[in-house]
């Protein structure tokens, strides 16, 4: 059975920092891109950050350059997001997906990652 599961969410004040994590279970993780999306209420989900099944290359949103990171562990088969210098607009549910081509792929549940004062 096919599990991604986020945790690290919460709340966090403007400029703060938090450090999200997808667990991976059930496929071959090493085998992967890992990509962290978001969505915020009353917008469409977007992609975050990226990374490829080594971790040699990785890829950003424009709007998270420079204060996200994007990691894995395929070790752990785990995937991480560093996320520094929060704004407000950060507000959003996380989620992680594994995707891979020729296969419909798989998604988390999600994590909230609140940014307000």
């Known amino acids: 059975q096919v599990q991604l599961v986020e945790s690290g969410g919460g709340l966090v004040q403007p400029g703060g920092s938090l450090r999200l994590s997808c667990a991976a279970s059930?496929?071959?993780?090493?085998?992967?891109?890992m990509s962290w999306y978001r969505q915020a209420p009353g917008k469409e989900r977007e992609l975050v950050a990226a990374i490829i099944s080594t971790g040699g290359s990785t890829n950003y949103a424009d709007s998270v350059k420079g204060r996200f990171t994007i990691s894995r562990d395929n070790a752990k088969n785990t995937l991480y997001l560093q996320m520094n210098s929060l704004k407000v607009e950060d507000t959003a549910v996380y989620y992680c997906?594994?995707?891979?081509?020729?296969?419909?792929?798989?998604w988390g549940q999600g994590t909230q990652v609140t940014v307000s004062s």
């Open positions: 059930g496929f071959t993780f090493s085998s992967y891109v």
């Open positions: 997906r594994a995707a891979k081509f020729g296969t419909p792929g798989y």
